[in-house]
């Protein structure tokens, strides 16, 4: 299978110049290299976006209100919304979005409202420390178990895994102050997709085993290579490191 590489475009560019000269760079760079790359730009750019490049859309977010005569949500964008542009993927359950207060039940319904409108998720996981004493394998199973609760097996195959250990993304370090980002072990991480694979073939049976599983967190140039081959991700999501054609393109040349 194709390794998966996605961009997590953040908050970032802030202009739609920008988004367009940054999209066209990586778009045509993937094509060139025959690498699968899936571009997650702010709302705003989506529109734009989808007529100028041929990658994959995916959107950073969705919500999880469903569409129905007299209600009224200010500010949301919807999953039909996102489909009708084109785009193919959504982000549910960053650790960026919990952290502003969205629940397992709510990422639960917004991937439920995103996979009823033919969109695919990619879906994160993924605990805020190791530290002893943590039940951190028991969380995560918790975030698998309720984030997919009532999805039905023969949807699995629209759904992507992002593991991304929070203490490893590359904003913890730095919110902490630190000058150096954290990225997991590469074998740490394979460990962790092993786990994540059992417990979502425990949940679903014997369809979740092809479901790909992915690395996230300070993943760089350097490091992309080390998390598929040692790590044997399925792909990365990569946040920093995207924002910039230059090392994202150095980045796919690595791998
Ligand atoms: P990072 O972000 O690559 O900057 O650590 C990854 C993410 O938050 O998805």
């Known amino acids: ?22 999209s066209v760079a990586v778009d045509n760079f993937a094509k060139k ?41 200010t500010g949301e964008i919807s999953a039909k919304m996102l489909k009708n542009l084109g785009v193919k993927y959504v982000i ?23 996979l009823k409108n033919n969109l695919r998720v990619i879906f994160c996981v993924g605990e805020s420390s190791r530290a002893e004493g943590e039940d951190y394998l028991q969380f995560i199973r918790e975030e698998l178990a309720a984030g997919l609760n009532k999805v039905p097996s023969r949807l699995l195959k629209k759904i992507i895994i992002a593991y991304e250990p929070i203490w490893a993304i590359s904003s913890a370090g730095r919110l902490k102050g630190e000058s150096k980002y954290h990225p997991d072990a ?13 417990v979502l073939v425990s949940l679903f049976g014997k369809s979740a085993i092809n ?17 598929l081959e ?26």
């Open 92 to 114: 549910a359950g960053h650790s960026e979005r919990r952290g502003l207060g969205e629940t397992n039940e709510i990422i639960n319904k917004k991937i439920k409202e995103a």
């Open 186 to 198: 590469p074998e740490d991480a394979y460990q962790m997709s092993i786990y994540i694979k059992r």
């Open 33 to 73: 290299n025959k690498k699968k790359i899936i571009i997650c730009p702010p709302f705003v750019y989506l529109e734009s976006l989808s007529r100028k490049i041929k990658s994959d859309l995916g959107s950073q977010d969705v919500s999880s209100k469903i569409i129905a005569a007299g209600t009224s949500h």
């Open 211 to 227: 479901i790909p599983i992915l690395y996230g967190g300070s993943v760089d140039e350097k490091n992309a290579k080390e998390f």
């Open 1 to 22: 299978m194709k390794k998966i590489i996605i961009a997590n475009w953040k908050m970032n560019p802030q202009t739609a110049d920008e988004a367009e000269k940054l």
């Open 230 to 255: 040692k790590g044997n991700a399925d792909g990365l999501l990569v946040g920093r490191t995207s924002w910039s054609a230059k090392s994202f393109n150095e980045l796919l040349k690595n791998i």
